[in-house]
């Protein structure tokens, strides 16, 4: 099937027009139409191969809405002019103890990524800067009734990446700090809010204060400002970090209480410092934890739906997303970029 989207040839060169094929709908396929496409920070870190591991051409995006245009012959859960959803992840070994336990994200085989990741064909996989995309029914999500679409698409991955450690931590009743209010942070903040946490929000932006009220935070803290820092030392019982930066942990962890959590979701492209008493004398936890299943996205969603949580997002047209990424690497987003796919049908390809 032929598409057309936008696609970082070399790492760290801009984006530009791109002809490629998808494969041909198999039996268990699902083809969409994109209609909005979510910008992510990693996909600033991948395009600019800030992690290593880029494969160019890279067409980036996985956080997508879109209409299904076709069906394979054994799918029953999509028909045509169905809204639907494609994340992070678009297969997985099905098998291991993590798949069969809905947590494909930690495949033992390595699940396959949206885009940017090698598949048995041989073909790395495209993701969702593109006027179309195949993908396996099993990784196709329901887009609820209600929500916005344009505004929903970032749930399919800022939005799985924090409720799910927020859901697996169980925050409800506890004092919860969300870290920088990027994309992520903006969602983690309005998650935290609707399950019942008191929420405490740290930028380093002070100007971000009034909407991070506006979201369900019940304090807001700059993180710079050691004195308003302290206020909080030792009270914490959890903690998502969606930081994008190289930063020092310290700082941070200083606020949680004993036996305190703090989860890391941001994947800067260096390690991180911190000092080993820091979490010795308080027994304080650091874990790691990615996106979140596809049964638990699907949940995210319909949460999405009861509770009325959408992105707050500027819609772009695709021809802008190099200045959306110079904008997001100077942290001058809110809170999210939405790529309209209705501007690449002016294009002629
Ligand atoms: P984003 O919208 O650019 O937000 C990042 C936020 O980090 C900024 O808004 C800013 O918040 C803060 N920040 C940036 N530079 C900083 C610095 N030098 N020091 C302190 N704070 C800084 O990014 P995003 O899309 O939310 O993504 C955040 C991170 O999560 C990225 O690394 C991304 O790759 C990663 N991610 C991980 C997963 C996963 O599965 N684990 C999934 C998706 C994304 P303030 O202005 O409030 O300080
Ligand atoms: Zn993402
Ligand atoms: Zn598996």
Not at 180 to 209: D, I, N, Q, W
Not at 215 to 231: H, L, P, Q
Request: glycine share 10%.
């Amino acid at each position: 099937m032929k598409s057309y989207g936008y696609a970082a040839h070399r790492a760290k060169e801009p984006l530009r027009p791109f002809a490629f094929e998808r494969r041909e709908l198999a039996n268990r396929d699902v083809a969409l139409d994109v209609l909005y496409c979510g910008v992510c920070h990693s996909d600033l870190h991948q395009v600019r191969d800030e992690w290593g591991v880029g494969i160019f051409p890279m067409v980036p995006g996985h956080e997508m809405i879109g209409r299904v245009t076709a069906v394979g012959s054994q799918v029953s859960r999509f028909k045509p002019g169905d809204l639907a959803g494609v994340g992070v992840m678009v297969d997985s070994c099905r098998k291991c103890e993590s798949c069969q336990q809905g947590l494909e994200q930690y495949c033992e085989k390595g699940c396959t990524f949206t885009y940017n990741s090698p598949t048995a064909d041989g073909q790395p996989t495209y993701g969702g800067y593109a006027r179309n995309i195949v993908a396996d029914d099993s990784f196709v999500l329901r887009i609820p009734g209600g929500l916005d679409p344009a505004a929903a698409a970032p749930l399919l991955c800022a939005g799985i990446t924090t409720y799910s450690p927020l859901r697996h931590w169980r925050v409800k009743g506890q004092k919860v700090g969300v870290v920088g209010l990027g994309g992520l942070g903006h969602l983690a903040v309005k998650f935290a809010h609707a399950m019942g946490a008191r929420v405490v929000l740290f930028t380093t932006s002070e100007g971000k204060a009034p909407d991070a009220l506006r979201f369900g935070a019940d304090e807001v803290v700059i993180s710079t400002n050691e004195n308003e820092m302290k206020r909080h030392a030792d009270s914490l019982d959890f903690i998502v970090n969606a930081i994008s930066a190289q930063h020092n942990l310290n700082p941070y962890l200083g606020l949680l209480k004993r036996d305190g959590v703090m989860a890391l979701v941001g994947l800067p492209d260096k390690d991180l410092s911190f000092s080993i008493p820091n979490l010795s004398f308080k027994r304080r936890q650091i874990a790691g934890t990615a996106i979140g299943g596809i049964a638990e996205t699907q949940e995210m969603l319909d949460f999405c739906a009861n509770h009325g949580i959408v992105c707050d997002i500027e819609l772009i047209p695709i021809q802008k997303i190099n200045e959306a990424f110079e904008r997001m690497s100077r942290n001058d987003v809110k809170y999210r970029f939405v790529i309209d796919l209705a501007s690449l049908r002016n294009e002629s390809r």
